[in-house]
């Protein structure tokens, strides 16, 4: 079992930024996926990064050049440093890692862009 414990949320003013980390614990496979997905009030939940383990990135078109999502291997955590935050970045995000066709979840932690 993996267990993911996200923090950093919280409020900031547009054009501000926000940075979220997330710590992974328990049987974790070497080779793995994290990443940062955000699910806003009556909207699906969506990717917004993913990095490797080999530390290939990937982002969605809507925080391409805002974010930046990194990893510690040695410390197995993840991060997502969040820039020129715009009311649109509003959501609850999501930690997830996956691993040998398993997927685990972080509980979320709360970001709120002000306008």
């Known amino acids: 079992q993996v267990h993911l414990v996200e923090s950093g949320g919280g409020l900031v003013q547009t054009g501000g930024s926000l940075g979220l980390s997330c710590a992974a614990s328990?049987?974790?496979?070497?080779?793995?996926?994290m990443g940062w997905y955000r699910q806003a009030p009556g909207k699906q939940r969506e990717l917004v990064a993913i990095?490797?383990?080999?530390?290939?990135?990937n982002y969605a078109d809507s925080v391409k050049g805002r974010f930046t999502i990194s990893r510690d291997n040695a410390k197995n955590t993840v991060y997502l440093q969040m820039n020129s935050l715009e009311p649109e970045d509003t959501a609850v995000y999501y930690c997830?890692?996956?691993?040998?066709?398993?997927?685990?979840w972080g509980k979320g932690t709360l970001v709120t862009v002000s306008s």
């Open positions: 997830k890692l996956g691993a040998l066709g398993r997927d685990f």
């Open positions: 328990g049987s974790i496979f070497r080779n793995n996926i």
């Open positions: 990095v490797s383990s080999g530390g290939t990135a």
